[in-house]
């Protein structure tokens, strides 16, 4: 059905006139020129595709876009603020979390939804939390150090 | 550093001069290659080029549009800004990165000031394509003897214009100084400007030595991050141009299946969605990605499959079967002279799927007879021909271009979807993205082959190995070789890792293509034979080889592990093994633990030791070794394709399985000092011994020998049972 959506994608109001059962992916990729959320699998299988919205980490290819309807919706577009990256940027960076880069936009959105509510995590809890996000290149441990040492920096921002 | 090949709009002088090469290039080089090069040349503008030849017909054969004897070219522009032009692709190995060191290297610039141009058919040199952990140790030379070159041209340039000796000049980020005079300098930009210069040397430039390297055997971190963590790193399906389409492709349920009959009426009454029937080739187009498949999803397609020869289980039975006759691969001795106790062991390994983050990707657009193609694929060079082929296109009409490859592992060799995709903006008159579905790279991708390793081999009762009778089939040699001192050696490959009129579907390299599977045949039959003899496993290995750099990588792998002695199984779930490959040894030790009752394996920890030769990034080649580890524990505990002939019955990642962040055991890496010998490939060794170590651990943990890969926890649980 064609509706009127609204939301706030990276701190900036957004307004849609458009099918609502297309999804966000598409929707960012396609009418909001935004290519950071990458399509992987289609099914939720990978997380290629992760964005935040209301600060809770989503598979946008599964994600109809009425469901964010009046919301938030971050992706990896968004982290950056003022010209400095996130320091989740930076430790991906720094720990060379990521190799062919192609998760990464997920990892990343994954990653800082999760240090919203658990600002402090533990080894276990980020292996944990990002288990659904697939890294065919192998970065693994080097995300997983990334992540831990973006947390402590104050990844939580 | 740059990259600048992704946007064509917003591209340089180089492109537009480039473009006129092909036709600058009717003199063929090897007639009279002093003025195609001079002609090349000024097409490339001002400042320094460096062209660099090999051998020719070496790997550069099948080169069209340049000089034949060119495969490399180095500029240095009138701002002092350095672009090093390669045909070889970025998809996460780290090349981006570890060329632009070699250039930075010798020609005495910082990194940042180097930008790459990759993968670009009408700005790059003709390349093979980038596969087979070649780039660094096959391209890699001629990059440093251009840079080197180019480096000597502008130290003349220098000597000449500060009017002292070239002895007396010293240079440290693009800026040429008098030794001790660091106020009389001149930049590499201020001696660009106003020239044109031309130079062409062999790949025996002198070089500077490991002594003096500055960027060298630096740990360097990529310079592809800063795009890869905010997004901006361009991929084929970012790409957009205007008016574009994206296509959904009809397809077969089963490769062989043929169409019995087409209804595209309720597809073609879709609004917005255009259909394209082009013999075979049954597409929707649409301006939206989702609105194409839902209307792929209204045409009505009845089709005749094949019956199955073989399936996810019979499939070793049926090479068995019907291997035919073995090629000869090595031989001496006499395996047939020793009888008593051989030991007679069979390996199975199954299909495996490529499965990169990115599926295949192509959007294509033909704009004044020429047609552009933008496309995630490890051979854009190899895709050019195809698609100049297929659309009947001379090649000098056709560029592909390479924006950054979300993985290939080899599966990324063929670009089929470029060339789809290309067909379709051939049709449509409009620029067409054809962006395979998980679905569609599960069907398409070109399968790492199923195979089947059988070793009849015996040892003595001083531990010594007296035969080695191997037989492989559909995983050919590579890694196979018998690194360990036998007197009777005897090696057969039976069809060579099998090919279409083997396989029901498509095959093709995966990452170290069949050495896994020979590496876990060998090692494991390894392990049997100390168990059998009562040797401790790295005993037994040493005791059997007196290849210097095999028991270098054992021991250094072994020492850092902190090696605990004692013949298998010693309790400990504990194990090494090692291979050679793309030139590199590298030695796995490894340390698992089995649940019998689930039979799940949990590996705790590897440790890999490699030796690579000179190593250019050793923080790039930490992160391919790890990137082995993590990607090897899928074909070792997970993945393998399930199917009946032609139909693939996995779609997508919830039933092929790939390691997930909870299965990463702890990993270290060490690389073994090597700088006497030339950078060796290291993308792809350490995978290689993955499955034996961890059977052989499974092993030494359990009493336990596992034959057959994936070891899945059915196939554990079993294999405890019996």
Redo the contacts between chains.
């Keep these: 059905m064609k509706q009127n959506i609204r939301f706030r994608l990276n701190g900036k109001p957004v307004a849609l006139d458009t099918e609502d059962d297309?999804?966000l992916l598409?929707v960012l990729r396609?009418d909001l020129?935004?290519?950071?959320?990458?399509?992987?699998?289609?099914?939720g299988?990978?997380g290629?595709c992760t964005v935040a919205v209301d600060d809770v980490a989503v598979r946008s290819c599964q994600t109809p876009l009425k469901a964010v309807q009046g919301k938030n919706v971050v992706?990896?577009?968004g982290?950056?603020h003022d010209g400095h990256?996130h320091p989740l940027?930076?430790a991906?960076?720094?720990h060379?979390g990521?190799?062919?880069?192609?998760?990464?936009?997920g990892m990343?959105m994954n990653a800082w939804a999760f240090l919203q509510k658990q600002p402090h995590p533990s080894r276990d809890a980020i292996?944990?939390e990002?288990?659904?996000?697939?890294?065919?290149?192998?970065?693994?441990?080097?995300?997983?150090a990334a992540i831990q040492d973006a947390a402590a920096k104050g990844g939580a921002r | 550093m740059r990259r600048r090949n992704v946007d064509v709009e917003t591209d340089d002088l180089h492109r537009a001069a480039l473009f006129a090469v092909p036709e600058a290039m009717d003199t063929p080089a090897r007639q009279g290659n002093g003025f195609s090069r001079r002609s090349f040349c000024k097409l490339l503008g001002g400042g320094i080029v460096v062209l660099i030849t090999t051998k020719p017909g070496r790997l550069f054969a099948q080169r069209r549009a340049y000089p034949e004897d060119l495969n490399a070219y180095l500029r240095i522009d009138e701002n002092g800004g350095v672009t090093l032009f390669s045909g070889k692709i970025e998809m996460g190995q780290g090349i981006h990165t570890s060329l632009a060191q070699m250039a930075a290297e010798e020609l005495g610039v910082s990194l940042d000031s180097v930008s790459m141009v990759m993968g670009d058919t009408d700005q790059c040199p003709w390349d093979q394509g980038t596969w087979g952990s070649q780039s660094t140790r096959m391209f890699g030379p001629a990059v440093r003897a251009a840079a080197a070159e180019a480096r000597t041209v502008l130290m003349n340039l220098a000597a000449k214009k500060l009017e002292v000796g070239r002895d007396k000049l010293v240079v440290e980020n693009g800026v040429v100084s008098v030794a001790g005079n660091s106020a009389r300098k001149v930049t590499y930009g201020e001696l660009a400007k106003g020239k044109q210069i031309a130079r062409l040397v062999d790949e025996k430039a002198a070089l500077r030595s490991l002594k003096e390297f500055k960027v060298i055997g630096r740990p360097t971190k990529r310079m592809d991050g800063h795009d890869k963590v905010t997004g901006r790193a361009k991929y084929a399906g970012d790409v957009r141009r205007p008016g574009m389409l994206y296509a959904r492709i009809l397809r077969p349920p089963s490769h062989g299946a043929t169409r019995k009959s087409l209804d595209t009426s309720k597809a073609k009454s879709m609004s917005g969605a255009t259909v394209v029937e082009k013999d075979d080739l049954i597409a929707v187009l649409h301006t939206d990605p989702q609105a194409a498949g839902h209307a792929l999803a209204l045409i009505k397609a009845d089709w005749d499959q094949p019956a199955a020869a073989f399936d996810t289980e019979s499939v070793g039975d049926y090479f068995l079967a019907n291997g035919g006759a073995p090629e000869v691969r090595a031989s001496h001795g006499d395996v047939t002279s020793v009888t008593a106790n051989v030991i007679h062991s069979t390996f199975r390994t199954g299909y495996l799927a490529h499965a990169p983050m990115e599926p295949h990707t192509a959007i294509a657009e033909l704009k004044d007879g020429k047609m552009t193609v933008w496309a995630g694929t490890q051979s854009p060079f190899g895709a050019r021909a195809v698609i100049a082929k297929t659309l009947g296109m001379d090649e000098k009409n056709v560029r592909v271009i390479t924006p950054f490859v979300g993985g290939g592992f080899g599966g990324k060799s063929s670009a089929n979807q470029a060339v789809e995709a290309a067909q379709l903006a051939q049709i449509a008159g409009k620029p067409v993205m054809v962006a395979w579905t998980r679905g569609e790279e599960f069907f398409f991708d070109t399968f790492g082959p199923a195979a089947v390793v059988k070793i009849a081999s015996a040892v003595d009762d001083q531990g010594k190995i007296t035969t080695w009778d191997y037989h492989v089939w559909a995983a050919g040699d590579r890694s196979a070789e018998m690194f360990y001192d036998t007197p009777n050696v005897s090696l057969k490959t039976y069809i060579g890792r099998g090919g279409p009129k083997v396989h029901p579907f498509g095959t093709g390299p995966w990452r170290a293509p069949g050495a896994g599977t020979n590496v876990f045949g060998r090692e494991s039959q390894i392990d049997i034979m100390a168990a059998a003899a009562k040797i401790d496993p790295l005993e037994f290995r040493l005791k059997n080889t007196s290849d210097a750099r095999l028991r270098r990588a054992l021991k250094a792998a072994a020492d850092a592990f902190g090696w605990k002695a004692g013949a298998g199984p010693s309790g400990q779930g504990r194990a090494i093994a090692a291979c050679t490959d793309a030139g590199a040894y590298c030695a796995l030790a490894a340390e698992v633990a089995v649940d019998r009752a689930t039979g799940v394996i949990t590996v705790k920890r590897v440790v890999a030791a490699q030796d690579m030769g000179v190593v250019i990034n050793p923080e790039g080649a930490k992160m391919q070794m790890e990137g082995c580890i993590n990607m090897g524990l899928g074909y070792v505990l997970s993945e393998e394709l399930n199917f009946k002939g032609g139909a693939i019955a996995d779609k997508n990642f919830d039933t092929y399985e790939l390691p997930r962040f909870a299965a990463v055991p702890r990993i270290e890496t060490l690389l073994i000092p090597n700088d006497d010998l030339p950078p060796q490939g290291g993308g792809e060794p350490a995978i290689v011994p993955m499955g034996a170590v961890i059977a052989n651990a499974v092993f030494d943990a359990t009493g336990v020998r596992m034959f057959r890969l994936p070891m899945t926890p059915a196939r554990v649980k079993a294999a405890m049972k019996t």
């Excluded at chain 1, 020129?33 to 099914?43: Q, S």
């Excluded at chain 1, 990521?98 to 936009?105: I, N």
């Design positions: 297309r999804t598409w396609g020129d935004l290519t950071g959320p990458k399509f992987g699998c289609g099914e299988f990978c290629a992706t990896v577009e982290l950056e990256l940027q930076r991906f960076m720094e060379g990521f190799q062919c880069g192609y998760c990464t936009s990343l292996v944990q990002m288990d659904g996000n697939l890294c065919r290149c192998g970065a693994h441990q080097r995300i997983i």
